[in-house]
Each structure stands twice: as structure tokens, then as C-alpha cells.
RNA sequence: CGGGGUGUGGCGCAGCCUGGUAGCGCACCUGCUUUGGGAGCAGGGAGUCGGAGGUUCAAAUCCUCUCACCCCGACCA
């Protein structure tokens, strides 16, 4: 073992998250302080991520573009709110062809400025609108303290950027592109979420209002998954995003931004893993299945292989299979390696199999074994994908459903959060300096206020604020995040 | 950036207190036997002990500085 052993989650799940990362060969860490290098492992899932999202994104009327990594330091300091709360953490070049450049150019922390510089040319009339453009780019903020996906220097992302022509249509498409998120989390990562709006503690900085997705990772903690802005005219007024209206009027757009990054990667590893490694939803495995081959003799090799190829031709255009026909190690061996790396089935061929003409299909995540003519894995091993992914989706609710308590009571709260069991809903006075208690007292912070319309988990009553008694309109989700 | 911890062949560790020139397990290479849940035996290769400086006849070991990572806090997707 040694260099294959994964910490238990019980023991310690930092370690534990940091182990599956390492025996599945997901990222290591750079030269750099701070930065990661995604593994082909890795970036294989990234792919994935963004074939899906991609074809969502697109399928709502966006289209891809690419915007410099490079922005002028004057275009962040446009905006009063946005450069408060990127200052600290932006990456700036001095120096250009070994000569002091004349203005320090920034290493893009998002690219609102850069982007809505450039819609200010392009949009002349209402009609140019709405304009609907995203981007897959890389992004650097100079954190203090880094965690492999979770949180690093540089990390990968989507940001979508839109510009409409009224407060209506921002909202609506920031609303539209939240769904987009819910959708792919809930059915492509089976990753259940709670739909809702930011607290303004807690919103973007530059935007009116932020909306988020919220999961629960297994050790009960909170991890923001994806964020809308409804921008308003913030950056349409500094960087002068005007169209002239039908009744030849001068007016300023309005905007939205929504991204989900590389992060995403470590939601899926917090939530669906386990102590023998991996565990990756179906519809994002990157490899559907492996075939492991088994024999003894040579001509055991011969006829497994044999059978082993006739079975992946058989999936052709069903998912992704790789035959591990490698000579050196035991069949033992290769179950624990797949199984680390999260491959969600793996047919076993033997020699009695290929006597019988039939397989073993063994599930990753419950591990079991079914044993089925061989000519039948085509029509079975969807099905057992689609299983998985159900289960997954069921397993993660119910684990979530199970980790949530509706609190009242203050001293409850505190307890609760202490213990680190997991997300309270409780009610909320509004007031920015409670909120600011409670995560000083707790740790816990206000992970978003549900919203109706994506038919959350949220009893739907008014209350009293759980600190002040004052009256609150409904419970909002509370949660230690990472 | 503050507090705590860890850095020794690819990986995991012992050795450090009480200085004497590096060892164990796994992995790797060769051979034979093995192969349906991480194989056995035999032989072999691989480490300037995170880095720099200092003390000393002699430093993995003592001292100073520095870097990286982990945990806790402040900041954040």
C-alpha cells in the first residue's frame, strides 16, 4: 500500500479529500505557492463540466468569446464597490519587455471591466441588444490561504456577461442563467443545491443583487457552487454601456455575470467519494467503464482479451470503455486502482466467464456484482449508469435532508454549529451587524435566502429573528462554508 | 499574516533528545512461481536527509534564517 492509502473520512476529512485528490491523480501542487496543476485525471472531469455546460450555455443563446487577460488598473478602479473588494487580492505587472510600463496592467480577477469596456463600442442601439456573450478563461486572485479546487491563485472558469435593455430583462436572464446551474448540478453532477439570493454582506462587490447555489458537502459544510450578478447599471454608467431607445433616447444597459469554475471539481470530490476513492456521477465520468481481463495462462490472456475487445466493440457509441490488459499487475490490483479513480463500472472477464459467454458488472459505488451474458452489457451497463446516477442524487439529498435543522432558539444554534453538523434554517432579521454576530459567535454565515421559485426546502412562514426576535419574512439557510 | 504541526529514495515513515557519515515498508528493475479483491521467494537500482548559512575534527541530528505543505483564525468562487 503506502503511497495508494486514503485517509478514512472519519479520521480526518481534510486529509482525506487532500489522499483522493493524490491516488487518483487529480492535481498537485506547483512550484508556485498557492497555484495547482490540473492532472489529466482532472482535467479529463473539467472537460466534461464544460461539454455540458457549454451545450447549456449555448442552448440559451449565449456565444463563446475570448477577452484578454490583461486589464488596464484604471478600468477596476472605475467602479468604486468592485475595486474595494478585488483590491487585495489582484496580481499586477510592473514591468513589460524589461521596461517599467507606464500603467500597471492587472491579471484579470473576473473581467466586468475589460469586457464592458469593450460592449461600450459594440452597443449602439436597443437593437443590439440583448448581447449575450461567455467566456471560458482562467483567473488569478491572490488568496491568503489555498485548498486544491476549493480555493487557488489561479483557477479555471466560465463568466457569462450580458447586457439588456431593461432592469426586467437583467433580472430575468440572471435568474435564467441560476437555473442553468441548478439544472446542471442537480442532474449532471448529482449534487443537490439550495436555490437563492445573497445577502448584500455577502453579494458580489459592484453587484445590486447575487444569487447563488448552495451544496452540502459530507462533512456537513457549505460550498458555493455558482453565482448570478444582477449587475444593474454599476459598470454601465463608469464605462458608458449606452443604447439609444425606439423613442431615440440615450439609455444605459443593464447588465448580469454568472460563472462556475474549477471548483466544481472539488464539490463533486466532497460529496460523492468515498474511503476507497473517487466516486464520479455517470453522466461526468470522463471513462463509463473499464474492462478488466483475467487469466492465468496464455491462452487464457488470448480469450479473455479476446472477449474483453468484443464486448468494447459491443459499446460503441454507449459510453467510454478502456480494456486494462496490463501484464504486470493482478486483477486485485486494477479494482482498487479504477475504483480510486472513480470509474463508475468495471466488467470483469475470466476464463469462466468466457466459458459461459457472460461478465461481471460491478457498480463503483455500492460495488455490486451482477453476472450477465456477455451480449447483454449493452443493453445493461446505461441502465446501470442511469441507477448510479439516481442514487447518487438520492444519497447526497437525503444525507443534506438529514444534515439540516429548522432552529429557533439561539443557544440551539450555537450548539448545533459547534458541533458542525451541518445547515440550519432559522430566521433572519435582515440586519447586516446580526448577520455579522452571528458568523463572529458561530462561523456560520448566511448561505442564501431560498427562493420560492426553485421549490427549495424551506417551510414557508414568518417568524422571529433568531437573535433580535424582530420579525422575519421567512427562514433563510445558514451554514459554516468553506 | 498570527498560533500549532510536518518536511529524510517515487509514496509512507524510523533515526534527531544523547553529533560519528542513512535505514525500514510499499513502489521500481531482473528471474522463477503466480493471476476471480492491492501475490511469494531470491537478487538489484535509487536519497547532496526541503533550501541557505553557522558551530564542530565531524551535522539528518545543535544554532540562525528561509521555503513548502497541513490544521486553526482573518479574506474569498
Given at each position: 500500500m503506502g503511497t495508494d492509502t486514503i485517509t478514512p473520512r472519519s479520521k480526518d476529512f481534510s486529509q482525506w479529500y487532500l489522499d483522493v485528490i493524490r491516488v487518483a491523480e487529480l492535481a498537485d501542487h506547483s512550484p508556485v505557492r498557492g497555484c495547482m496543476v490540473i492532472r489529466p485525471g482532472g482535467y479529463a472531469i473539467w472537460e466534461r463540466i464544460q461539454q455540458e455546460l457549454d451545450r447549456r450555455i449555448k442552448e440559451t443563446g449565449h456565444q463563446n468569446a475570448y477577452f484578454p487577460l490583461f486589464i488596464p488598473e484604471s478600468f477596476l478602479k472605475k467602479e468604486a464597490q468592485h475595486v474595494e473588494g478585488f483590491a487585495p487580492e489582484l496580481a499586477?505587472?510592473?514591468?513589460?519587455?524589461?521596461?517599467?510600463?507606464?500603467?500597471?496592467?492587472v491579471v484579470r480577477p473576473t473581467s466586468e471591466t475589460i469586457i464592458y469596456a469593450m460592449y461600450s463600442k459594440w452597443i449602439n442601439s436597443y437593437r443590439d441588444l440583448p448581447l449575450?456573450?461567455?467566456?471560458?478563461?482562467?483567473?488569478?486572485?491572490?488568496?491568503?490561504?489555498?485548498?486544491?479546487?476549493?480555493?487557488?491563485?489561479e483557477f479555471l472558469w466560465q463568466e457569462g456577461h450580458?447586457?439588456?435593455?431593461?432592469?426586467?430583462?437583467?433580472?430575468?436572464?440572471?435568474l435564467r442563467m441560476l437555473e442553468v446551474y441548478r439544472d446542471f448540478a442537480e442532474n449532471e453532477m448529482a449534487l443537490p443545491v439550495f436555490t437563492g439570493r445573497k445577502t448584500d454582506s455577502e453579494k458580489f462587490a459592484g453587484a445590486l443583487r447575487t444569487f447563488s447555489i448552495e451544496a452540502m458537502m459530507q462533512d456537513g459544510k457549505a460550498l458555493q457552487a455558482g453565482t448570478s450578478h444582477s449587475l444593474g447599471q454599476n459598470f454601465s454608467v463608469p464605462f458608458n454601456v449606452?443604447?439609444?431607445?425606439?423613442?431615440?433616447q440615450m439609455q444605459y444597459c443593464w447588465m448580469t455575470s454568472w460563472g462556475v469554475s474549477t471548483r466544481l471539481i472539488g464539490a463533486l470530490i466532497m460529496a460523492h467519494s468515498d474511503d476507497n476513492g473517487l466516486v464520479l456521477p455517470p453522466r461526468l465520468a470522463p471513462l463509463g467503464a473499464v474492462i478488466v481481463p483475467i487469466w492465468a495462462s496464455d491462452e487464457e490472456k488470448a480469450l479473455t482479451l479476446e472477449a474483453a475487445d468484443r464486448i468494447k466493440r459491443s459499446l460503441a457509441g454507449i459510453t467510454t470503455v478502456k480494456i486494462d490488459d496490463r501484464d504486470q499487475m493482478r486483477p486485485g490490483w486494477k479494482f482498487s486502482e479504477w475504483e480510486s479513480r472513480g470509474v463508475p463500472a468495471r466488467i470483469e472477464v475470466g476464463p469462466k466467464d468466457v466459458a459461459k459467454e457472460q461478465?461481471?458488472?460491478?457498480?463503483?459505488?455500492?460495488?455490486?456484482?451482477?453476472?450477465?451474458?456477455?451480449?447483454?452489457?449493452?443493453?445493461?451497463?446505461?441502465?446501470?449508469?442511469?441507477?448510479?446516477?439516481?442514487?447518487l442524487f438520492e444519497k447526497a439529498r437525503e444525507f443534506r435532508d438529514t444534515h439540516i435543522r429548522v432552529i429557533d432558539d439561539y443557544a440551539e444554534f450555537k450548539e448545533y454549529m459547534k458541533?458542525?453538523?451541518g445547515f440550519a434554517l432559522s430566521h433572519w432579521c435582515g440586519d447586516r451587524e446580526v448577520e455579522a454576530k452571528v458568523k463572529d459567535e458561530t462561523?456560520?454565515?448566511?448561505?442564501?435566502?431560498?427562493?420560492?421559485?426553485?421549490?427549495?426546502?424551506?417551510?414557508e412562514e414568518a417568524g422571529a429573528c433568531l437573535v433580535t426576535g424582530r420579525p422575519s419574512p421567512f427562514r433563510v439557510l445558514w451554514g459554516i462554508a468553506y
Open positions: 499586477v505587472v510592473t514591468h513589460g519587455g524589461g521596461k517599467l510600463l507606464e500603467e500597471p496592467l449575450l456573450i461567455n467566456q471560458w478563461a482562467n483567473v488569478v486572485r491572490w488568496e491568503l490561504r489555498t485548498r486544491l479546487f476549493l480555493r487557488t491563485t450580458t447586457a439588456h435593455a431593461t432592469e426586467a430583462n437583467a433580472e430575468e436572464e440572471t449606452r443604447y439609444q431607445d425606439d423613442a431615440g461478465a461481471v458488472l460491478v457498480r463503483r459505488d455500492n460495488r455490486k456484482k451482477e453476472f450477465l451474458p456477455m451480449s447483454a452489457v449493452r443493453e445493461r451497463l446505461p441502465l446501470l449508469h442511469a441507477e448510479m446516477q439516481h442514487d458541533a458542525g453538523e462561523k456560520a454565515t448566511i448561505r442564501n435566502i431560498p427562493l420560492d421559485k426553485f421549490s427549495n426546502p424551506r417551510p
